[in-house]
């Protein structure tokens, strides 16, 4: 039997970036990452993304990548 889930709250992450092209560039790799490790394990990859300017910002350094393979999206 695994270990109940903590109730012990986790410090936020925070990563600052100078310009929008630097998070653009960093997002980008960390999303195609998360690709990566979710295929190994299942035939699709899901994200779920927040609206406002995100998927701007995340779109500009992703769409057009080339190896992204959509088919699995």
Request: net charge positive; glycine share 8%; proline share 10%.
């Amino acid at each position: 039997m695994s270990a109940p889930p903590s109730k012990e709250a986790t410090a936020p992450v925070l990563f600052g970036f100078p310009t929008t092209d630097n998070l653009s560039q960093a997002l980008a790799t960390f999303v195609l990452k998360a690709q990566d490790e979710a295929l190994k394990k299942q035939p699709t990859f899901r994200i779920a993304i927040s609206g406002g300017s995100l998927p701007k910002v995340l779109g500009k350094d992703l769409i057009g990548r080339d190896g992204v393979p959509w088919d699995k999206w």
